[in-house]
């Protein structure tokens, strides 16, 4: 393994072949070991530690939005029209080490919203959707941050990631507590069109920046961050049609019967 770009890196994500374990480890318990542990036990209940992990993902993704924002629009850190790395040198570079570094740490936190679908036996909801979305955005976000350091290209794609995955959790927190939320489809339809709007945005970025000749910006990175959204886009339009627009013309067609 080449030595890293920048030799600053949290101590539990200094060794590849840790975090290489973390995520084989979560894809063995998730797909297999998990579920077949779980065949013939009672689901737990994990109501309670559910609302607290919703809670802390809504305060933690909210801490790093605040911190992104002032980085991004009040230091005014990077030109929004090229968002390269600092320099080692620069003032805030340890501010972009800071945010950057606690963003990666929630992407591995983000596994184990999947271990509760394994321990209350909900296995319909380990789809490769999501199965995908989380091992993905973990090792993705991983590779860059190790090979190719902090910030640049990928720090308004975490910004935005953030902003959603606050508007997510809150909205998974109050389908907790009010089974009026739980049944509505209104605010699943709209949390996946927000998402795809996310995708929208950093494919967006990430083309402006490709054909801007004056922003020396990593291409192949910048490519690698589209792609990954557009992968995202793909499957997410999929669940789209398959949840919201096919399951309503059955519905209709039921209902004309």
């Known amino acids: ?120 036996k909900r296995n319909r909801q380990i789809s490769f959707l999501h199965v995908f979305h989380h091992f993905s955005m973990a090792l993705s976000g991983y590779l860059y941050y190790y090979f190719f350091g902090y910030g640049g290209i990928a720090f308004p794609l975490c910004f935005l990631n953030v902003a959603v995955h606050v508007v997510m959790y809150t909205y998974y927190y109050l389908s907790s507590i009010s089974l009026e939320v739980q049944q509505s489809l209104w605010w699943k339809k709209y949390i996946t069109l927000v998402q795809l709007a996310q995708f929208a945005l950093i494919m967006s970025l990430c083309m402006y920046t490709l054909t801007d000749r004056n922003c020396s910006a990593n291409k192949p990175l910048t490519i690698g961050c589209g792609l990954l959204a557009a992968s995202f886009t793909v499957l997410f339009c999929q669940f789209y049609f398959n949840t919201y627009i096919r399951t309503g013309k059955k519905k209709s067609k039921q209902d004309s019967h």
């Not at 077949?36 to 309670?48: E, I, T």
């Not at 790093?64 to 002032?70: D, K, P, Q």
């Open 1 to 120: 393994m080449p030595a890293p770009v920048d030799p600053v890196k949290l101590p539990i994500f200094s060794d590849p072949w840790v975090v290489s374990a973390t995520l084989l480890g979560y894809l063995l318990i998730v797909l297999g070991v998990g579920p077949r542990l779980m065949m013939n036990r009672k689901p737990f209940d994990l109501r309670g530690v559910i609302k607290v992990y919703n809670i802390m993902q809504i305060v933690y993704n909210g801490v790093i939005f605040v911190l992104g924002f002032h980085f991004l629009f009040v230091s005014r850190a990077y030109s929004l029209s090229c968002f390269k790395h600092l320099p080692m040198d620069h003032e805030l570079k340890d501010r972009e080490r800071f945010i950057t570094s606690w963003y990666m740490v929630n992407k591995f936190v983000d596994l184990v919203e999947t271990v509760f679908f394994v321990l209350r």
